[in-house]
């Protein structure tokens, strides 16, 4: 009998027949996901800051979740401390081992780029993502990384004194509110903080007109506005109290200090103490003199997502990032940890700003969504801590801060031209 007959002798075609084991193959094996359809487990590292407890169990579902969608696909996660978590990177990826997914700092992203270390992302739906954000993660004509969340700092300041500021400089509101004796002060410093000085004082100068660390050479951008603005920053600290930004936090929410520059976090922490009407966000808003005319002045920052790029398993990686910075799982991510941030997409935000009641969560969405990010550069660890240090020179009075500036700018001309 011919191999492909039946017993009544009718002929039958096999491919009918291997078109049915191909479809059954498939579903049994995820055919079509992406995954790995050899029966094999892909196994990729993907190591992380979210080390808090309430983080790491938010990205556990998540991780699960990725995990059911792709069967084939198991993420082994390690914590990292922020601390000492950019050692820990630079000497895995310096031995060879490095993970196959790493969460970054928008900081981070040149230096590990310049290394080679960082594979290049398609950029094919980038567009989602949030102008300041999308463009924190391209390092000379590439994309490197993806943004996950995105925060900024705002200018806030007890409703009291907002209520009241009306004909005020800000100077005005900042001296008016000190009062020392009474365990009061008018503005926050938290000058000894690295990577955080920054943060706090270029809002006020891009508030004031000037584009530092906006473009580059960054040297070129600390011009004479950068000057008025931190002497009118050195003038507020005159009536601040200098320490820990967590102490500052808590302080501020207590309404021990009148004026102050945080991020997103600092609303859960009034939301559980019942002070979240106390004080006022002000969108963005960094005044130097006239509150009523002051000007957007927020900075981007944000985590990142990117594949290293010794990584065997780029599709798995990328199916991981694309998940975890997909509008839904952002989002989902964002609102379970408040203080992570605001997901980075753009439809993202727009829901979450949506659902929000606070009106002070509405105006940090508000902030990020102006906010510019810095200019990524090979150079901005350096630079950024040489203005950190001409800065607080400026705030200890040791130095004028047109000093401080020209310091800056030629100590950082040194780094950008060497």
């Given at each position: ?264 976090w600092i609303l859960a922490s009034a939301a559980r103490t019942g002070r979240s009407a106390s004080f006022t966000v ?124 020209a310091d800056a700018r030629d100590r950082i001309r040194s780094v950008e031209t060497r």
């Amino acid at each position: 009998m011919h191999p492909h007959r039946h017993r009544s002798g009718i002929a039958v075609s096999p491919a009918p027949i291997l078109l049915f084991l191909g479809i059954l193959v498939c579903i049994l094996t995820g055919c079509g996901d992406g995954d790995a359809s050899n029966g094999e487990r892909t196994v990729l590292r993907l190591w992380h800051f979210w080390s808090e407890p309430a983080q790491r169990a938010v990205l556990q579902q998540q991780i699960a979740d990725f995990q059911r969608k792709h069967p084939f696909v198991v993420v082994e996660l390690t914590e990292l401390q922020w601390s000492d978590g950019k050692a820990k990177l630079q000497l895995a990826f310096n031995s060879g081992n490095p993970p196959d997914v790493v969460h970054i700092g928008m900081e981070w992203i040149p230096q590990f780029a310049a290394a080679g270390v960082l594979g290049r992302l398609s950029d094919d739906n980038a567009d989602r993502f949030l102008p300041g954000a999308r463009s924190g993660g391209i390092f000379g004509d590439s994309t490197v990384a993806l943004p996950w969340v995105v925060n900024t700092r705002a200018l806030m300041m007890q409703t009291t004194l907002h209520e009241a500021r009306s004909g005020k400089t800000m100077l005005d509101v900042i001296r008016a509110y000190h009062d020392p004796a009474r365990g009061r002060y008018g503005f926050g410093i938290a000058s000894n903080e690295p990577h955080n000085v920054m943060k706090r004082v270029l809002p006020f100068m891009i508030a004031g007109g000037s584009k530092a660390f906006l473009s580059r050479p960054y040297w070129s951008t600390l011009d004479d506005s950068a000057v008025v603005a931190l002497e009118r920053y050195v003038s507020f600290c005159d009536y601040g109290i200098n320490e820990s930004s967590r102490n500052l936090d808590e302080r501020f929410v207590r309404g021990d200090v009148g004026v102050w520059v945080s991020g997103a976090w600092i609303l859960a922490s009034a939301a559980r103490t019942g002070r979240s009407a106390s004080f006022t966000v002000l969108d963005g808003i960094f005044p130097l003199t006239d509150i009523a005319t002051a000007h957007h002045g927020s900075i981007l920052s944000g985590d990142y997502l990117a594949v290293s790029n010794a990584s065997v398993h780029r599709h798995e990686a990328m199916l991981l990032i694309d998940y975890l910075t997909s509008d839904n799982t952002a989002l989902a991510f964002c609102e379970a940890i408040p203080d992570a941030g605001v997901p980075a997409g753009r439809q993202a935000l727009d829901t979450m700003r949506e659902r929000l009641q606070d009106a002070n969560a509405i105006a940090f969405c508000d902030a990020v969504e102006q906010a510019p990010s810095i200019e990524q550069s090979v150079h901005f660890l350096d630079a950024e801590r040489i203005f950190e240090e001409e800065v607080m020179m400026a705030i200890y009075r040791k130095k004028t801060a047109r000093q401080a500036v020209a310091d800056a700018r030629d100590r950082i001309r040194s780094v950008e031209t060497r």
